[in-house]
C-alpha cells in the first residue's frame, strides 16, 4: 500500500486515538499493572456506543524546527460492527471523513473534496480507530507491542502510559513508534504521541471535553458540500 503526500496527512488526522470509557472505580495508582490498564480498556470497549471531543494537534517538523497546531473536534460512533470517525477542523479548516470504506477529506477552500478507497485496507485504518477506542486493550496487542511505562501526569489526571509498537511492516513504515495515555479509571485516551517515518517528527494530540455514548446527529457524518465543490478519487 503506497501513500501519498497527501494521503499521509489525511490518515494522520483519520488516526487520531480517542477511547471509549465507561464508569468504573479507580485503581490504586501505586498498583496500577499493564493488565489493569488493558482491562479497563476492555470494559470501556464493551459499552461504547459513541464519543466526541475537543481535539487540539500538535504536528512537529524537525528539520525547520517547527510547530503547527490544528483544533478541532472530533466524533466517532459505532454502526453495527463498522467504526465511524468524522474530524471537523477550524483551524484550518477542513473536515476528514471516514465511513463506508472511504476515506473523504473535504477543504472548503478551493471547495473540493478528496475520496480515497481504503476498503481494500480497512484493517490498517481500524488498527488506529480502534487504538483504545472501542476495539479493547488485549486486542490492541494483536497489532502492537505494548509495554506499559507507568504514570503520568495529564490534564490533571494520573494517566497510565503505553508505548506501542505495530507490528505490521506498513503501518510500522508510516509510524514507528507510538506513545498512548490512558485514564484508567474511565479507558479512555487523553493523549496521544505519533512518531513518523522521519527521524524526529511527530503529531501530539490533545482531547478535552471528551464526551461518550451519547447521541450524534447524523448530519455530523455527511460532507456539507454545494454543487460547486470538486470530487476528487485517488
Request: glycine share 6%; hydrophobic share 35%.
Amino acid at each position: 500500500m503506497k501513500f501519498s503526500t497527501h494521503m499521509r496527512i489525511s490518515f494522520a488526522l483519520a488516526c487520531a486515538l480517542l477511547a471509549a470509557c465507561s464508569s468504573q472505580p479507580a485503581h490504586s495508582q501505586a498498583s496500577l499493572s499493564e493488565e489493569q490498564v488493558l482491562d479497563s480498556m476492555d470494559k470501556a470497549a464493551a459499552s461504547f456506543r459513541s464519543a466526541r471531543a475537543i481535539v487540539a494537534v500538535d504536528i512537529y517538523t524537525s528539520v525547520v524546527d517547527s510547530t503547527e497546531t490544528q483544533k478541532g473536534k472530533i466524533y466517532f460512533r459505532r454502526q453495527g460492527s463498522e467504526t465511524q470517525m468524522a474530524l471537523d477542523m477550524t483551524d484550518p479548516p477542513k473536515y476528514v471523513l471516514l465511513s463506508g470504506g472511504k476515506l473523504q477529506l473535504f477543504e472548503p477552500k478551493p471547495d473540493q473534496v478528496t475520496v480515497y478507497d481504503v476498503s481494500q485496507h480497512q484493517d490498517e485504518y481500524e488498527t488506529f480507530l480502534k487504538l483504545g477506542f472501542g476495539g479493547g486493550g488485549h486486542a490492541m496487542q494483536k497489532s502492537f507491542e505494548v509495554k506499559y511505562l507507568g504514570t503520568e501526569k495529564i490534564a490533571g489526571s494520573d494517566a497510565a502510559k503505553l508505548d506501542l509498537v505495530p507490528k505490521n511492516p506498513k503501518v510500522l513504515h508510516l509510524f514507528p513508534h507510538i506513545l498512548l495515555w490512558i485514564d484508567p479509571a474511565r479507558g479512555v485516551a487523553l493523549q496521544q504521541q505519533l512518531f513518523q517515518d522521519n527521524p524526529g517528527d511527530y503529531r501530539m494530540t490533545k482531547y478535552s471535553d471528551i464526551q461518550l455514548n451519547g447521541k450524534i446527529p447524523d448530519s455530523v457524518f455527511k460532507l456539507k458540500t454545494d454543487g460547486e465543490t470538486k470530487f476528487q478519487t485517488m
